[in-house]
């Protein structure tokens, strides 16, 4: 499975982006019935938070935000 960043679902805060994540089309998507969702680091562009829950998936998260921002969408 691959995870996309949900544009429309960021939030910015100083140099921390919230957000969540689901398929390509902008479909949110749950693992076991929460939503996925994160916390980037804009300066260090390393640092990505989640919730402890998301840990099992956290390779495909960290996949989509560094595609994201780092990668350049």
């Known amino acids: 499975m691959q995870l996309f960043v949900i544009p429309d679902s960021l939030n910015q805060k100083g140099n ?4 969540r994540l689901g398929r390509e089309d902008g479909t949110l998507l749950f693992y076991k019935d929460k939503p996925i969702i994160f916390t980037f680091d804009l300066d ?8 402890e829950s ?3 998936i956290y390779p495909l998260i960290e ?7 780092v990668s350049g969408h």
Do not use: C, H, N, S
């Open 16 to 19: 921390l982006v919230t957000g």
């Open 44 to 51: 260090t562009k390393a640092d990505i938070l989640i919730p």
């Open 54 to 56: 998301l840990e099992d």
């Open 63 to 69: 996949e989509a935000v560094v595609r994201y921002f």
